[in-house]
């Protein structure tokens, strides 16, 4: 079951978005247990109460914290919860992007518009349970010792082949001898490969230049001049 929030200090746009969920939760055979916030505040006590939550729904302008501040407190420890942002104002496109968030809605919302919105977070709600399962070393680990484990995708930030070794940047580092094309096959749609040595999550990319790409944690990652507009498709097609 997907646990869907709505978090708009409108009444009336709580039960219009309630409806059309519900309708595209009963037409999909999607079972969603579904609850409504009145402010930004609310939906934050219970989050921090449980961190359950899939899909989120989330007015910007609202009372004391606005959704946008709510975001950036999410995104602190949680980068799986699909952010869909609802609201009238166009000038939050950008920070809307800097918090991962998913889509970008201006109301009035069209039914047709959020039911494909929709879609593409179960979509992603699926693949954040993808894991990686290989033998590696990592810094909890005794030195040279090799372990199987288990690295959520989402987590990852990117590969990069060091002489025969792979290293997965995700909460830690993970170092393997698997094959980076082998690794690449495991990745999905929000990956992409720069070039030889190194694989990208798209989510994670700040800035997109003809040689590098710039992630948000401060890395540079060198890119093939013949994939720079490959790169800039691929980022306009995920997000």
């Known amino acids: 079951m997907y646990r869907l929030a709505i978090c708009d200090d409108n009444p009336a746009d709580i039960a219009y978005l309630s409806a059309i969920?519900?309708?595209?939760?009963?037409?999909?055979?999607?079972?969603?247990?579904?609850e409504s916030f009145p402010s930004?505040?609310?939906?934050?006590?219970?989050?921090?109460?449980?961190?359950?939550?899939?899909?989120?729904?989330l007015d910007i302008e609202m009372k004391q914290m606005s959704g946008m501040e709510l975001a950036w407190q999410i995104r602190r420890e949680?980068?799986?919860?699909?952010?869909?942002?609802?609201?009238?104002?166009?000038?939050?496109?950008?920070?809307?992007?800097?918090v991962e968030a998913?889509?970008?809605?201006?109301?009035?919302?069209?039914?047709?518009?959020?039911?494909?919105?929709?879609?593409?977070?179960?979509?992603r709600c699926a693949y954040k349970e993808q894991e990686l399962y290989l033998p590696a070393k990592s810094p909890a680990l005794g030195e040279g010792e090799i372990a199987m484990v288990r690295i959520p995708v989402y987590e990852i930030r990117y590969l990069e082949v060091r002489k025969n070794y792979v290293t997965i940047h995700a909460r830690e580092d993970f170092v393997t001898k698997k094959p980076l094309n082998e690794l690449d096959a495991q990745l999905g749609e929000s990956f992409f490969r720069t070039g030889r040595s190194f694989i990208i999550n798209l989510k994670c990319v700040s800035?997109?230049?003809k040689s590098q790409v710039f992630l948000k944690d401060g890395t540079a990652v060198p890119l093939s001049r013949k994939l720079y507009e490959g790169l800039n498709r691929a980022m306009i097609a995920y997000f």
Do not use: C
């Open 40 to 57: 930004a505040e609310a939906f934050l006590f219970q989050y921090q109460e449980e961190k359950g939550y899939d899909i989120l729904l």
């Open 78 to 98: 949680d980068r799986s919860l699909q952010i869909i942002f609802i609201t009238g104002y166009m000038e939050y496109i950008s920070q809307g992007y800097d």
């Open 207 to 209: 800035k997109i230049t």
């Open 102 to 123: 998913l889509h970008y809605l201006l109301k009035p919302v069209t039914e047709e518009k959020l039911k494909s919105v929709l879609s593409r977070a179960i979509q």
């Open 21 to 34: 969920l519900k309708q595209w939760a009963q037409d999909n055979s999607i079972p969603i247990r579904l």
